[in-house]
């Protein structure tokens, strides 16, 4: 079993550490916040009191962080993953960020000697905690085959995608994908409920035929209930999507329906809704329709 250092401790990070540590691997972790750390300890790993206590001997180096600002800065920043990690140090980012950080950070790593994988996941806060993400790779062929161990613990479906920066335009393709759906299932409730409709045993029987979907089963019914918990936040939502439209800028291709969805992501952030989960599109939907709560 491996030496890991684990950077990113939060909603996502921490399951992913402990299933790390149930496997057998020797788990150090770093995290601006003491919850995920003290998670972390309670599991049976170990807290380091900054990035390069925590990737100090590690064979490999994990980063799970919310935005392209906090790669750059664990990777790049003093005392952090370019700089403390030994040469040969396999290096896992599931953060989901544009795909030049993913290149820049590949690039850089190389030059020092460190084998780097972007690797973002599917499956949220859920897919998480039950150890069964979506993990889109780009990478090294060799490098995939030995970050198995680490992907096995964490994953269900594992794919290599293509070179560094792969994972993250798969990864924007998902995020476009996943958004689309949150808003037509919106609409498909806001227009059953409407027309007088028995909506829930609609989207029960929806879910039975073609347009059956991942995220019918598992929302539609908090999306019913109008419980909007974060699984996984709009904010985040919001980040990805600007990823997405500038994934299809760099690409010279036109996405037009994301665009779209985008745009009603940023509605939902902009009444305030950025905390809640991005099944919350129904709302702003019902308010497009004059059928919002005064």
Same mark, same amino acid.
């Given at each position: 079993?491996?030496?890991?250092?684990?950077?990113?401790?939060?909603?996502?990070?921490?399951?992913?550490?402990?299933?790390?540590?149930?496997?057998?691997?020797?788990?150090?972790?770093?995290?601006?916040?003491?919850?995920?750390?003290?998670?972390?300890?309670?599991?049976?790993?170990?807290?380091?009191?900054?990035?390069?206590?925590?990737?100090?001997?590690?064979?490999?180096?994990?980063?799970?962080?919310?935005?392209?600002?906090?790669?750059?800065?664990?990777?790049?920043?003093?005392?952090?993953?370019?700089?403390?990690?030994?040469?040969?140090?396999?290096?896992?980012?599931?953060?989901?960020?544009?795909?030049?950080?993913?290149?820049?950070?590949?690039?850089?790593?190389?030059?020092?000697?460190?084998?780097?994988?972007?690797?973002?996941?599917?499956?949220?806060?859920?897919?998480?905690?039950?150890?069964?993400?979506?993990?889109? *790779? +780009? @990478?090294? #062929? &060799?490098?995939?085959?030995?970050? $198995?161990?680490?992907?096995?613990? !964490? %994953?269900? =479906?594992?794919?290599? *995608? +293509? @070179?560094? #920066? &792969?994972?993250?335009?798969?990864? $924007?393709?998902?995020?476009?994908? !996943? %958004?689309? =759906?949150?808003?037509? *299932?919106?609409?498909?409730?806001?227009?059953?409920?409407?027309?007088?409709?028995?909506?829930?045993?609609?989207?029960?029987?929806?879910?039975?035929?073609?347009?059956?979907?991942?995220?019918?089963?598992?929302?539609?019914?908090?999306?019913?209930?109008?419980?909007?918990?974060?699984?996984?936040?709009?904010?985040?939502?919001?980040?990805?999507?600007?990823?997405?439209?500038?994934?299809?800028?760099?690409?010279?291709?036109?996405?037009?329906?994301?665009?779209?969805?985008?745009?009603?992501?940023?509605?939902?952030?902009?009444?305030?809704?950025?905390?809640?989960?991005?099944?919350?599109?129904?709302?702003?939907?019902?308010?497009?329709?004059?059928?919002?709560?005064?």
């Amino acid at each position: 079993m491996s030496k890991i250092g684990f950077i990113g401790l939060g909603i996502m990070g921490a399951p992913m550490a402990r299933h790390l540590v149930a496997a057998g691997h020797d788990v150090t972790g770093f995290d601006v916040a003491p919850k995920g750390l003290d998670a972390l300890v309670e599991a049976g790993g170990a807290a380091a009191g900054d990035v390069a206590g925590a990737v100090a001997g590690a064979e490999i180096a994990v980063l799970m962080l919310p935005q392209d600002e906090h790669v750059e800065d664990v990777f790049f920043g003093a005392g952090g993953v370019l700089e403390s990690a030994a040469p040969g140090t396999l290096v896992i980012d599931f953060s989901t960020v544009r795909p030049e950080t993913s290149i820049r950070v590949a690039e850089a790593g190389a030059r020092k000697g460190l084998r780097v994988l972007d690797a973002p996941v599917s499956g949220g806060e859920r897919g998480a905690v039950d150890g069964v993400l979506s993990i889109m *790779v +780009g @990478g090294a #062929g &060799a490098d995939v085959a030995a970050a $198995a161990p680490v992907f096995d613990a !964490v %994953g269900r =479906t594992v794919q290599r *995608v +293509g @070179g560094p #920066g &792969a994972g993250q335009y798969v990864k $924007a393709a998902n995020q476009l994908l !996943v %958004g689309g =759906t949150f808003a037509l *299932v919106a609409e498909a409730i806001v227009l059953m409920e409407a027309a007088g409709v028995d909506a829930r045993a609609g989207i029960d029987v929806i879910a039975g035929g073609l347009a059956a979907s991942r995220i019918l089963d598992l929302k539609r019914e908090s999306m019913l209930a109008r419980e909007f918990a974060p699984g996984f936040r709009i904010d985040l939502h919001h980040k990805d999507m600007g990823i997405a439209t500038a994934a299809a800028r760099s690409a010279g291709v036109a996405l037009p329906m994301t665009g779209m969805v985008a745009q009603l992501i940023a509605a939902a952030r902009a009444r305030g809704l950025g905390s809640l989960d991005h099944s919350v599109l129904l709302k702003v939907v019902e308010d497009l329709s004059g059928r919002g709560a005064a």
